[in-house]
């Protein structure tokens, strides 16, 4: 039972890690099946036109997915590949018009990553090409008997599949986006964070980590009530927000904190005029409440390009604790020569 879980879980691992690795599996899948029948039916098939189909269609895999698994792994999912894909079916769908289970096998695949990797309009449009060149493979002479049921279905179900998809792909993306975001300030949580951090581009450089912590909001709770203690949390959310652009990294890091990661090219004096903004806003948002509302924070770059992010984090949390122990509402530098602007 151990080396059962163990090997599903490698599987697992395999195709979450990267989905579209399904479909590179089956199309090499699908190549074996295209050789192995070639083997089985090149000396049953007489006809030489039909024993050319199956030549061809070797040829062609063999010649296509190492090509196509290149270009996949270096460049990602590139449009123009996954319209080759559906050429390059219809081909096939040609070439094995005479064993018509052969048609929907990899063209689920395709549909799939079409849906997933281009806009709505083009993966219907390469589902109607599938669909299409289906139809115009078994009526192309000399044509099949007795295709028109199966035609009809076919077609359609291309056409279904890709909307059925494509409502699974926004209901996943709904879900998505509510498992990453904290429910009460709408900000993005700590795996979200982790998540966008990943797919930062590589030339950051040496980013910026700042994490703020309410002050006292322990005595906010027990004095005001937890309603109140809500409404401070929300109301920094927001103020973060406004102050920090969508593509510095904002997030609710847990309780009390916040974290915000910021790109290389922001200056050290910029970030301080920023911290400063923060200030200004917090005073304002403390006369809504009964109670002085302040935050101390800890603040660290990255001592070098590519530094993995809880080490980065980690120094910045350090510095937080000093900001904390030296008496609270301030902010504290760490392994940098700017030392400690004061948030008072």
Do not use: C
Request: net charge positive.
């Amino acid at each position: 039972m151990k080396v059962k879980s163990q090997r599903q879980s490698w599987w697992i691992r395999r195709y979450e890690r990267d989905p579209r690795k399904l479909g590179d599996d089956a199309r090499w899948l699908f190549f074996g099946f295209v050789a192995a029948l070639s083997a089985v039916y090149w000396h049953i098939a007489a006809d030489r036109p039909v024993r050319m189909d199956m030549l061809s269609s070797t040829v062609m895999w063999a010649l296509y997915l190492p090509a196509r698994t290149y270009i996949r792994r270096r460049y990602r999912t590139p449009w123009v590949l996954v319209w080759a894909d559906a050429l390059s079916m219809v081909a096939n769908m040609y070439w094995w018009r005479w064993l018509p289970v052969a048609a929907p096998l990899l063209s689920v695949v395709i549909v799939w990553e079409a849906v997933w990797s281009l806009p709505s309009i083009q993966a219907f449009a390469i589902s109607l090409t599938l669909g299409l060149g289906y139809m115009v493979s078994a009526l192309w002479p000399p044509h099949e008997p007795n295709v028109w049921a199966s035609n009809l279905f076919v077609t359609s179900f291309y056409v279904l599949f890709t909307l059925l998809l494509h409502l699974l792909r926004r209901q996943l993306g709904i879900y998505e986006s509510l498992a990453g975001t904290d429910y009460l300030t709408g900000l993005p949580n700590r795996r979200q964070l982790m998540e966008s951090y990943r797919k930062w581009p590589q030339d950051m450089g040496r980013s910026w980590a700042v994490i703020f912590d309410m002050d006292n909001f322990k005595q906010v709770n027990d004095r005001f009530g937890h309603i109140v203690g809500d409404m401070v949390l929300r109301d920094f959310g927001r103020l973060l927000r406004q102050l920090f652009r969508p593509d510095e990294l904002t997030a609710r890091f847990g309780g009390e904190e916040f974290i915000v990661l910021l790109p290389a090219s922001i200056s050290g004096s910029a970030l301080k005029e920023r911290l400063a903004r923060v200030k200004y806003h917090l005073e304002d948002l403390s006369m809504h409440y009964p109670t002085p509302v302040t935050v101390s924070a800890g603040i660290a770059q990255a001592l070098f390009d590519g530094e993995p992010l809880m080490s980065l984090i980690a120094r910045a949390d350090k510095a937080l604790y000093q900001a904390k122990a030296q008496g609270k509402n301030q902010a504290v530098w760490t392994d940098s020569p700017e030392r400690s602007p004061s948030l008072r």
